[in-house]
Nanobody, 126 residues
Framework: VQLQASGGGLVQAGGSLRLSCAAS????????MGWFRQAPGKEREFVAT????????YYSDSVKGRFTISRDNAESAVYLQMNNLKPEDTAVYYC????????????????????WGQGTQVTVSS
């Protein structure tokens, strides 16, 4: 599975961005999808995850209420709408796929995800 993330950029605090992640593969509707991020000098951290059909979504406390994850299985894509951005949201954002899930359960653990995109830079200025 190949993942291609896009949509990053430079935005002022309080602004919005929408990240997209396009996936290859014929079984996208059976992939649990997630977004992670890594700021300079920090470890990669979980941001959001969504189940096969989009019925279950889970967010980190730091983005809950500001970010929304969604997916379009017909387009084999997952999105991350980011509103009210803060300077501490500055990071490289990665989309990831759990292609071996048998239950469709979402996960915050990066080790559950088998495929990763190349990352897209998000920079929020104060």
């Amino acid at each position: 599975v190949q993942l291609q993330a896009s949509g990053g950029g430079l935005v002022q605090a309080g602004g919005s961005l929408r990240l997209s992640c396009a996936a290859s593969g014929r079984s996208f509707n059976r992939y649990v999808m997630g977004w992670f991020r890594q700021a300079p000098g920090k470890e990669r951290e979980f941001v959001a995850t969504i189940s096969w059909a989009g019925t279950r979504r889970y967010y980190s406390d730091s983005v809950k209420g500001r970010f929304t994850i969604s997916r379009d299985n017909a387009e084999s894509a997952v999105y991350l709408q980011m509103n009210n951005l803060k300077p501490e949201d500055t990071a490289v954002y990665y989309c990831a796929a759990d292609v071996n899930s048998v239950s469709g359960a979402v996960s915050v653990e990066s080790t559950r995800y088998d495929s990763w995109g190349q990352g897209t830079q998000v920079t929020v200025s104060s």
